[in-house]
């Protein structure tokens, strides 16, 4: 899925529960709990909640 799209179409319909990253990479550095990988997720969902807040208001 096109992540943006998925993001800009929550926003539009005014979405205001959770959303959890799923599928997380395992980056260098990594073990267990892949808290790397947990931080580049969530930064990536918020820099999409910005550009759709920006774009969609």
């Not at 929550?10 to 260098?28: I, T």
């Not at 892949?34 to 208001?57: D, P, Q, S």
Request: aromatic fraction near 8%; hydrophobic fraction near 45%; charge should be positive.
């Amino acid at each position: 899925m096109d992540m943006y799209q998925v993001m800009k179409a929550l926003r539009q319909v005014r979405f205001s529960g959770a959303a959890e990253p799923d599928h997380v990479p395992k980056l260098a550095g990594d073990t267990g709990l892949l808290l790397a990988g947990t931080a580049y997720c969530i930064a990536y969902m918020r820099a999409l909640l910005r550009r759709a807040n920006e774009e969609v208001g």
